[in-house]
């Protein structure tokens, strides 16, 4: 069974592996920022509720908001599943058929239906979907190393679907986009693979269904690891599930950010907390349905302080419920580490046993001998498998992207640029002050540089630069203090040679790194786990979505450092520029945007959660009428939607575009 476990065993390293790497000045400052975020979205567990009516008053909308934050809502089409059978191996008690259906056309799901021989006909039988750890298994696919638990339910009276995951199953797709691909516009896109997990879950439950075994008031839902976390994202998502048991499945955010667990952990286990939940809510959603939640007692990367919190918060819900303690709900543990031992494995038969068939007898598990892995291939020699797949790139279609039709008129123009704020502000910039708070001086250091605090824990880096004579200043051109924003591989306190001839002659400069940004402040990059940028994530945010924060503070530090006399511009290249835009977007003081080398999608950055869901770079600038816009080389034809968009709006006269 070690076995099973390698590469959830390697990832147990990870916070090992960080915490050994080189130090940054940043660390503790961001770290510090993450706990504290943690502990502010800790206390809203539940969503607050005291009493069984208040929480049915509220689940209706915590489950719309549940699907939104794995990539599901609106909820996808029940697309034909085209399932076939593509062999049956047979034993003694029990028959294997080899199987797949897709979850979406050309999303291919490959799996294993194991059911006993002694069905009599017309017979219901009680069901399993048995969903996988993280198992290397190669072309066999991971679904053959828990073979041994569709054995047993076979040849206990029930059927047992086990179905493969996306990464690890015979028709290979990806789980680490942000773990250590790169992919950061997953964050972007709202896409996780967990989305895809928990798809792949409802529709094996619609395929189930289709079948006249099995029996559709009894359905349970079991896994281990990233098994045990799809048993939570399909037991909340599809009511069907009359019973689960999830095992070594989730942990909490005190655990996942503070302690740093979600280093040992892979994409599939989160979803992109858009509406700042504590992770326990997710689990909530199950109630009154049977849940046993089993564990380890020293899991490493399913630490027992999180699951005795986990619990502790359960308890209370299914409390409501519950007729007698353990009734509905109650836990299971056993010595050792993150392993699928006999144990567990009992312990979820007797809860299924107890739920369904109203036994709660002690139960065994005979040996049975394995089949050969190649033996359980769904699709058995490369040549079978599907050329139609869209695994390997499901991540780029699985969320549907915004596409807003850019206005031409000046009312569609006012009706755009409403309902394209208001869906920046739900998706990707909940909670949003109406005004940031200014930032404020820690430290004026010999060096020239100034150290400020723009948020709780947050500091960032700024540099003056001298205003030119008075007599120097271009005519033409209203007075400006310019905040430069810089990206994070630009050093500090320096003005970048690219500015030269951006800004006009004549005005002031101050140059800013934002969070991350520089080095008095930057924090570990080490991919993998990519612990800054996948925390925040789990906090509802994102690295970029703070530098705007950053740079509204500091420029309206500046605006009211200068008796707001003057207004603010706002210049950065690449990403950085973006960030600008969008701070401007929020922030009156901000009169006058430049973007140089601007992205022409948020694919390439910067990334804000979610924010593909909504719109893209140049929809984003055609939001900025009335202010100043300079866009300098960007040529691409995306941004001819934002020069339509401000002549819609009767401001084509403060766009330029070279």
């Given at each position: 069974?070690?076995?099973?476990?390698?590469?959830?065993?390697?990832?147990?390293?990870?916070?090992?592996?960080?915490?050994?790497?080189?130090?940054?000045?940043?660390?503790?400052?961001?770290?510090?920022?993450?706990?504290?975020?943690?502990?502010?979205?800790?206390?809203?567990?539940?969503?607050?509720?005291?009493?069984?009516?208040?929480?049915?008053?509220?689940?209706?909308?915590?489950?719309?908001?549940?699907?939104?934050?794995?990539?599901?809502?609106?909820?996808?089409?029940?697309?034909?599943?085209?399932?076939?059978?593509?062999?049956?191996?047979?034993?003694?008690?029990?028959?294997?058929?080899?199987?797949?259906?897709?979850?979406?056309?050309?999303?291919?799901?490959?799996?294993?239906?194991?059911?006993?021989?002694?069905?009599?006909?017309?017979?219901?039988?009680?069901?399993?979907?048995?969903?996988?750890?993280?198992?290397?298994?190669?072309?066999?696919?991971?679904?053959?190393?828990?073979?041994?638990?569709?054995?047993?339910?076979?040849t206990h009276g029930y059927a047992c679907l086990i179905i493969d995951t996306l990464q690890l199953g015979e028709v290979a797709g990806i789980h680490h986009g942000t773990y250590n691909q790169n992919r950061w516009w997953w964050q972007a896109a709202g896409y996780t693979s967990a989305g895809v997990?928990?798809?792949?879950?409802?529709?094996?439950?619609?395929?189930?269904?289709?079948?006249?075994?099995?029996?559709?008031?009894?359905?349970?839902?079991?896994?281990?690891?990233?098994?045990?976390?799809?048993?939570?994202?399909?037991?909340?998502?599809?009511?069907?599930?009359?019973?689960?048991?999830?095992?070594?499945?989730?942990?909490?955010?005190?655990?996942?950010?503070?302690?740093?667990?979600?280093?040992?952990?892979?994409?599939?286990?989160?979803?992109?907390?858009?509406?700042?939940?504590?992770?326990?809510?997710?689990?909530?959603?199950?109630?009154?349905?049977?849940?046993?939640?089993?564990?380890?007692?020293?899991?490493?990367?399913?630490?027992?302080?999180?699951?005795?919190?986990?619990?502790?918060?359960?308890?209370?819900?299914?409390?409501?419920?519950?007729?007698?303690?353990?009734?509905?709900?109650?836990?299971?543990?056993?010595?050792?580490?993150?392993?699928?031992?006999?144990?567990?494995?009992?312990?979820?038969?007797?809860?299924?046993?107890?739920?369904?068939?109203?036994?709660?007898?002690?139960?065994?598990?005979?040996?049975?001998?394995?089949?050969?892995?190649?033996?359980?291939?769904?699709?058995?020699?490369?040549?079978?498998?599907?050329?139609?797949?869209?695994?390997?790139?499901?991540?780029?279609?699985?969320?549907?992207?915004?596409?807003?039709?850019?206005?031409?008129?000046?009312?569609?123009?006012?009706?755009?640029?409403?309902?394209?704020?208001?869906?920046?502000?739900?998706?990707?910039?909940?909670?949003?002050?109406?005004?940031?708070?200014?930032?404020?001086?820690?430290?004026?250091?010999?060096?020239?540089?100034?150290?400020?605090?723009?948020?709780?824990?947050?500091?960032?880096?700024?540099?003056?630069?001298?205003?030119?004579?008075?007599?120097?200043?271009?005519?033409?051109?209203?007075?400006?203090?310019?905040?430069?924003?810089?990206?994070?591989?630009?050093?500090?306190?320096?003005?970048?040679?690219?500015?030269?001839?951006?800004?006009?002659?004549?005005?002031?400069?101050?140059?800013?790194?934002?969070?991350?940004?520089?080095?008095?402040?930057?924090?570990?990059?080490?991919?993998?786990?990519?612990?800054?940028?996948?925390?925040?994530?789990?906090?509802?945010?994102?690295?970029?979505?703070?530098?705007?924060?950053?740079?509204?503070?500091?420029?309206?530090?500046?605006?009211?450092?200068?008796?707001?006399?003057?207004?603010?511009?706002?210049?950065?290249?690449?990403?950085?520029?973006?960030?600008?835009?969008?701070?401007?977007?929020?922030?009156?003081?901000?009169?006058?945007?430049?973007?140089?080398?601007?992205?022409?999608?948020?694919?390439?950055?910067?990334?804000?959660?979610?924010?593909?869901?909504?719109?893209?770079?140049?929809?984003?600038?055609?939001?900025?009428?009335?202010?100043?816009?300079?866009?300098?080389?960007?040529?691409?034809?995306?941004?001819?939607?934002?020069?339509?968009?401000?002549?819609?709006?009767?401001?084509?006269?403060?766009?330029?575009?070279?």
């Amino acid at each position: 069974m070690r076995a099973q476990f390698v590469l959830c065993a390697v990832l147990s390293l990870i916070p090992l592996l960080v915490a050994g790497a080189e130090p940054r000045p940043g660390d503790e400052a961001i770290e510090k920022y993450l706990s504290g975020e943690a502990r502010l979205v800790s206390q809203n567990v539940l969503a607050n509720v005291e009493t069984r009516e208040q929480w049915e008053g509220r689940r209706e909308e915590l489950k719309r908001q549940y699907f939104d934050m794995l990539g599901l809502w609106p909820l996808p089409e029940r697309t034909p599943l085209n399932a076939k059978v593509t062999g049956k191996l047979e034993r003694e008690d029990f028959t294997v058929e080899k199987l797949h259906y897709q979850s979406k056309p050309g999303l291919y799901v490959t799996g294993n239906l194991y059911l006993p021989k002694s069905t009599k006909n017309g017979e219901r039988l009680p069901t399993v979907l048995y969903v996988c750890g993280h198992s290397g298994k190669g072309r066999d696919g991971n679904k053959t190393a828990f073979q041994q638990h569709g054995m047993w339910f076979a040849t206990h009276g029930y059927a047992c679907l086990i179905i493969d995951t996306l990464q690890l199953g015979e028709v290979a797709g990806i789980h680490h986009g942000t773990y250590n691909q790169n992919r950061w516009w997953w964050q972007a896109a709202g896409y996780t693979s967990a989305g895809v997990e928990c798809w792949n879950g409802v529709r094996a439950i619609d395929y189930l269904l289709t079948r006249p075994e099995v029996d559709p008031d009894r359905i349970a839902v079991t896994g281990i690891s990233g098994g045990g976390a799809a048993t939570f994202w399909i037991a909340a998502a599809d009511e069907r599930v009359k019973v689960c048991v999830p095992v070594s499945g989730m942990s909490d955010l005190q655990s996942y950010v503070t302690d740093k667990v979600c280093n040992g952990h892979c994409d599939c286990m989160f979803l992109y907390n858009t509406y700042r939940w504590e992770w326990t809510t997710i689990a909530a959603l199950i109630a009154p349905r049977p849940m046993l939640f089993e564990n380890s007692g020293h899991d490493t990367i399913f630490p027992m302080p999180a699951n005795e919190r986990i619990r502790e918060r359960l308890a209370k819900v299914y409390g409501w419920y519950e007729k007698a303690p353990g009734d509905l709900f109650d836990i299971g543990i056993t010595p050792g580490g993150h392993s699928d031992n006999v144990e567990l494995r009992l312990m979820a038969y007797r809860w299924i046993n107890k739920h369904f068939k109203k036994e709660n007898s002690e139960v065994a598990e005979p040996p049975l001998p394995p089949f050969e892995g190649k033996q359980l291939r769904v699709f058995p020699e490369e040549s079978d498998l599907p050329k139609d797949s869209l695994n390997a790139k499901i991540d780029e279609t699985f969320v549907a992207r915004g596409t807003p039709k850019t206005p031409t008129t000046k009312d569609e123009y006012s009706k755009w640029s409403k309902q394209l704020r208001d869906g920046l502000l739900n998706q990707s910039f909940r909670e949003w002050p109406d005004q940031v708070p200014d930032a404020s001086v820690r430290e004026h250091r010999d060096n020239g540089l100034i150290v400020l605090s723009t948020d709780d824990d947050v500091v960032v880096v700024a540099a003056h630069h001298k205003l030119k004579k008075k007599g120097e200043r271009s005519a033409d051109k209203p007075e400006r203090i310019w905040l430069v924003v810089l990206n994070a591989d630009e050093p500090e306190g320096k003005l970048p040679e690219w500015a030269s001839g951006v800004i006009p002659e004549g005005q002031a400069t101050v140059v800013l790194s934002p969070r991350g940004c520089g080095e008095s402040f930057g924090w570990i990059r080490k991919n993998p786990p990519n612990y800054v940028e996948r925390a925040h994530v789990l906090l509802g945010r994102t690295v970029d979505g703070g530098r705007v924060w950053d740079v509204q503070s500091v420029a309206r530090w500046l605006h009211e450092a200068e008796g707001n006399e003057l207004s603010i511009g706002v210049v950065g290249k690449g990403a950085a520029g973006v960030i600008g835009a969008y701070a401007a977007l929020f922030e009156t003081s901000i009169a006058e945007v430049t973007l140089v080398d601007p992205p022409t999608s948020h694919v390439s950055g910067p990334i804000y959660l979610n924010v593909l869901k909504v719109l893209d770079i140049p929809d984003a600038l055609g939001l900025l009428a009335p202010r100043h816009v300079n866009l300098i080389n960007a040529k691409d034809n995306a941004f001819d939607r934002t020069l339509t968009a401000f002549k819609a709006a009767g401001y084509e006269g403060r766009i330029t575009r070279k």
